[in-house]
Protein backbone atom coordinates (compact mmCIF):
# COMPACT_ATOMS: atom_id res chain seq x y z
CA UNK A 1 0.00 0.00 0.00
CA UNK A 2 1.13 3.64 -0.61
CA UNK A 3 0.09 6.41 1.36
CA UNK A 4 0.16 9.95 0.15
CA UNK A 5 0.15 12.79 2.75
CA UNK A 6 -1.14 16.65 1.89
CA UNK A 7 -1.82 19.15 3.94
CA UNK A 8 0.52 21.21 6.55
CA UNK A 9 2.32 24.15 6.52
CA UNK A 10 2.93 27.34 8.81
CA UNK A 11 0.59 28.33 11.50
CA UNK A 12 0.30 30.64 14.43
CA UNK A 13 0.20 29.89 18.00
CA UNK A 14 -3.09 28.64 18.77
CA UNK A 15 -3.67 27.69 15.32
CA UNK A 16 -5.60 24.67 13.68
CA UNK A 17 -4.28 22.60 10.61
CA UNK A 18 -5.61 19.33 9.01
CA UNK A 19 -3.22 16.54 7.94
CA UNK A 20 -4.07 14.12 4.86
CA UNK A 21 -2.89 10.57 4.31
CA UNK A 22 -4.55 8.63 1.22
CA UNK A 23 -3.76 4.69 0.75
CA UNK A 24 -3.68 3.60 -2.71
CA UNK A 25 -2.97 0.03 -3.77
CA UNK A 26 -5.39 -1.45 -1.45
CA UNK A 27 -7.84 -0.43 1.41
CA UNK A 28 -7.45 0.49 4.38
CA UNK A 29 -10.68 0.03 6.10
CA UNK A 30 -8.97 -3.08 8.36
CA UNK A 31 -5.75 -1.53 8.86
CA UNK A 32 -5.52 0.51 11.92
CA UNK A 33 -3.51 3.67 11.82
CA UNK A 34 -1.41 5.87 13.16
CA UNK A 35 0.79 9.31 12.99
CA UNK A 36 4.30 9.30 13.99
CA UNK A 37 5.81 13.12 14.50
CA UNK A 38 9.60 13.72 14.31
CA UNK A 39 10.92 17.15 15.87
CA UNK A 40 13.48 19.53 13.68
CA UNK A 41 17.65 16.87 14.63
CA UNK A 42 14.76 14.56 16.75
CA UNK A 43 13.87 11.17 17.20
CA UNK A 44 10.57 9.44 16.20
CA UNK A 45 7.08 10.05 19.01
CA UNK A 46 4.06 8.58 18.35
CA UNK A 47 1.03 10.80 18.52
CA UNK A 48 -1.87 8.99 17.53
CA UNK A 49 -3.49 5.72 16.73
CA UNK A 50 -7.28 4.66 14.89
CA UNK A 51 -8.49 1.26 14.65
CA UNK A 52 -10.26 0.20 11.13
CA UNK A 53 -12.78 -2.26 12.57
CA UNK A 54 -14.42 0.19 14.96
CA UNK A 55 -12.83 3.51 14.61
CA UNK A 56 -11.70 3.61 18.16
CA UNK A 57 -8.87 5.95 18.58
CA UNK A 58 -5.81 6.42 20.93
CA UNK A 59 -3.90 9.90 21.80
CA UNK A 60 -0.24 10.26 22.97
CA UNK A 61 -1.23 12.61 26.47
CA UNK A 62 0.78 15.05 24.81
CA UNK A 63 -1.82 15.92 22.34
CA UNK A 64 -5.27 14.82 23.77
CA UNK A 65 -8.08 16.94 23.77
CA UNK A 66 -6.13 19.16 21.37
CA UNK A 67 -5.55 16.57 18.05
CA UNK A 68 -8.30 14.41 16.06
CA UNK A 69 -7.55 11.08 14.78
CA UNK A 70 -10.45 10.47 12.24
CA UNK A 71 -10.70 8.47 8.74
CA UNK A 72 -12.55 8.41 5.61
CA UNK A 73 -13.14 4.97 4.46
CA UNK A 74 -14.94 5.58 1.54
CA UNK A 75 -12.00 7.92 0.02
CA UNK A 76 -9.10 5.83 1.87
CA UNK A 77 -8.26 8.99 3.92
CA UNK A 78 -6.77 9.01 7.25
CA UNK A 79 -6.46 12.96 8.62
CA UNK A 80 -5.26 14.28 11.85
CA UNK A 81 -6.77 17.62 12.74
CA UNK A 82 -4.62 19.65 14.87
CA UNK A 83 -6.15 22.92 17.09
CA UNK A 84 -4.46 24.80 19.63
CA UNK A 85 -1.03 23.85 18.05
CA UNK A 86 1.63 24.99 20.34
CA UNK A 87 5.55 25.79 19.18
CA UNK A 88 6.37 21.88 20.36
CA UNK A 89 4.22 20.63 17.93
CA UNK A 90 6.33 21.84 15.21
CA UNK A 91 7.31 18.42 13.28
CA UNK A 92 7.58 16.57 9.94
CA UNK A 93 4.57 14.35 10.54
CA UNK A 94 4.36 10.66 9.14
CA UNK A 95 0.98 8.66 8.39
CA UNK A 96 1.99 4.93 9.49
CA UNK A 97 -0.01 1.50 8.68
CA UNK A 98 -0.11 -1.22 11.05
CA UNK A 99 -0.27 -4.75 9.41
CA UNK A 100 -1.16 -6.23 13.17
CA UNK A 101 -0.53 -9.00 15.55
CA UNK A 102 -2.16 -12.57 15.87
CA UNK A 103 -2.69 -11.50 19.85
CA UNK A 104 -3.41 -8.16 19.68
CA UNK A 105 -5.11 -7.95 16.87
CA UNK A 106 -5.10 -5.18 14.13
CA UNK A 107 -3.33 -2.66 16.63
CA UNK A 108 -0.55 -3.78 16.87
CA UNK A 109 1.84 -0.61 16.22
CA UNK A 110 4.16 -2.62 13.88
CA UNK A 111 4.49 -0.23 10.76
CA UNK A 112 5.32 -1.35 7.63
CA UNK A 113 4.09 1.43 5.10
CA UNK A 114 4.87 5.25 6.08
CA UNK A 115 4.04 8.43 4.03
CA UNK A 116 5.96 10.10 2.72
CA UNK A 117 6.16 12.91 5.83
CA UNK A 118 4.62 16.14 5.87
CA UNK A 119 5.96 19.48 7.26
CA UNK A 120 4.23 21.64 10.59
CA UNK A 121 5.82 24.78 11.72
CA UNK A 122 4.35 26.61 14.15
CA UNK A 123 5.39 29.83 15.42
CA UNK A 124 4.21 33.65 15.34
CA UNK B 1 5.24 5.19 30.06
CA UNK B 2 8.14 2.88 28.93
CA UNK B 3 11.44 4.51 28.02
CA UNK B 4 13.37 2.98 25.61
CA UNK B 5 17.36 3.41 26.01
CA UNK B 6 19.83 2.74 23.12
CA UNK B 7 23.35 2.41 22.69
CA UNK B 8 25.91 3.70 21.51
CA UNK B 9 24.13 7.02 19.77
CA UNK B 10 26.57 6.80 16.87
CA UNK B 11 28.56 4.19 15.18
CA UNK B 12 31.21 4.18 12.54
CA UNK B 13 31.42 1.20 11.27
CA UNK B 14 34.20 -0.19 8.13
CA UNK B 15 32.35 -1.59 5.36
CA UNK B 16 32.27 -5.43 5.81
CA UNK B 17 32.46 -5.54 9.31
CA UNK B 18 30.02 -6.60 11.82
CA UNK B 19 27.63 -3.70 13.75
CA UNK B 20 25.98 -4.19 16.75
CA UNK B 21 22.63 -1.59 19.01
CA UNK B 22 21.93 -1.96 22.06
CA UNK B 23 18.70 -1.10 23.63
CA UNK B 24 17.26 -1.56 27.16
CA UNK B 25 13.62 -1.00 27.89
CA UNK B 26 12.10 0.23 30.98
CA UNK B 27 10.12 -2.86 31.58
CA UNK B 28 9.81 -6.23 29.96
CA UNK B 29 9.05 -6.24 26.51
CA UNK B 30 7.66 -10.19 27.41
CA UNK B 31 4.08 -10.90 26.55
CA UNK B 32 2.34 -13.72 28.21
CA UNK B 33 2.46 -15.37 24.55
CA UNK B 34 5.72 -15.58 24.35
CA UNK B 35 6.79 -12.92 21.97
CA UNK B 36 8.99 -9.67 22.80
CA UNK B 37 7.39 -6.76 21.92
CA UNK B 38 10.06 -5.17 20.26
CA UNK B 39 10.37 -3.39 16.77
CA UNK B 40 13.65 -2.05 14.83
CA UNK B 41 12.96 0.50 12.21
CA UNK B 42 15.99 2.54 9.91
CA UNK B 43 15.67 5.64 8.51
CA UNK B 44 18.02 7.30 6.04
CA UNK B 45 19.00 10.57 5.38
CA UNK B 46 15.69 12.46 4.09
CA UNK B 47 13.55 9.62 4.07
CA UNK B 48 10.36 7.79 6.32
CA UNK B 49 11.38 5.31 8.67
CA UNK B 50 10.98 1.28 7.27
CA UNK B 51 10.41 -1.71 9.51
CA UNK B 52 13.29 -3.92 9.96
CA UNK B 53 12.51 -6.08 12.54
CA UNK B 54 9.51 -7.04 14.26
CA UNK B 55 8.49 -9.41 17.34
CA UNK B 56 12.09 -8.69 18.14
CA UNK B 57 13.54 -11.29 15.51
CA UNK B 58 11.70 -11.59 12.76
CA UNK B 59 12.85 -9.76 9.61
CA UNK B 60 10.18 -7.60 8.11
CA UNK B 61 9.65 -8.55 4.12
CA UNK B 62 12.60 -7.99 1.72
CA UNK B 63 14.42 -6.92 4.84
CA UNK B 64 18.61 -8.43 4.19
CA UNK B 65 19.31 -11.53 5.97
CA UNK B 66 22.77 -9.99 7.39
CA UNK B 67 19.51 -7.92 9.85
CA UNK B 68 19.17 -10.17 12.38
CA UNK B 69 17.63 -9.35 16.23
CA UNK B 70 17.51 -10.46 19.30
CA UNK B 71 17.22 -10.42 23.13
CA UNK B 72 14.52 -10.94 25.71
CA UNK B 73 13.38 -9.31 29.10
CA UNK B 74 14.67 -5.84 28.59
CA UNK B 75 17.61 -6.09 26.88
CA UNK B 76 17.78 -6.17 22.54
CA UNK B 77 19.95 -6.03 20.32
CA UNK B 78 20.54 -5.34 16.44
CA UNK B 79 23.18 -6.66 14.36
CA UNK B 80 24.58 -6.19 11.09
CA UNK B 81 26.57 -8.88 9.95
CA UNK B 82 28.36 -6.98 7.12
CA UNK B 83 27.78 -3.32 6.94
CA UNK B 84 26.74 -2.03 3.47
CA UNK B 85 27.11 1.56 2.81
CA UNK B 86 23.14 1.41 2.51
CA UNK B 87 22.63 0.49 5.65
CA UNK B 88 24.34 3.83 6.67
CA UNK B 89 21.19 5.80 8.81
CA UNK B 90 19.28 6.22 12.22
CA UNK B 91 18.30 2.90 13.80
CA UNK B 92 15.62 3.37 16.29
CA UNK B 93 14.24 0.76 18.66
CA UNK B 94 10.44 0.95 19.47
CA UNK B 95 8.64 -1.06 22.01
CA UNK B 96 4.68 -1.99 20.83
CA UNK B 97 3.77 -3.87 24.09
CA UNK B 98 2.08 -0.90 25.90
CA UNK B 99 0.34 2.06 24.22
CA UNK B 100 2.20 4.54 24.05
CA UNK B 101 4.52 2.81 21.58
CA UNK B 102 7.79 4.31 22.56
CA UNK B 103 10.82 4.95 20.63
CA UNK B 104 14.60 4.92 21.58
CA UNK B 105 16.50 8.33 20.83
CA UNK B 106 18.09 6.32 18.01
CA UNK B 107 21.68 5.41 16.82
CA UNK B 108 23.65 7.29 13.79
CA UNK B 109 25.21 4.32 12.15
CA UNK B 110 28.46 5.87 8.98
CA UNK B 111 30.48 4.13 7.06
CA UNK B 112 34.40 4.92 7.88
Known amino acids: VQLLQSGGGLVQPGGSLRLSCTAS????????MSWVRQAPGKGLEWVSAIRGSDDFTYYADSVKGRFTISRDKSKNTLHLQMNRLRAEDTALYYCAKDFGDPWFGELAYNFDSWGQGTVVTVSS | DIVMTQSPLSLSVTPGEPASISCWSSQSLLHSNKNHYVDWYLQKAGQSPQLLIYLGSNRASGVPDRFSGSGSGTDFTLKISRVEAEDVGVYYCMQNLRTPPTFGQGTKVDIK
Open chain 1, 25 to 32: GDTFSTYA
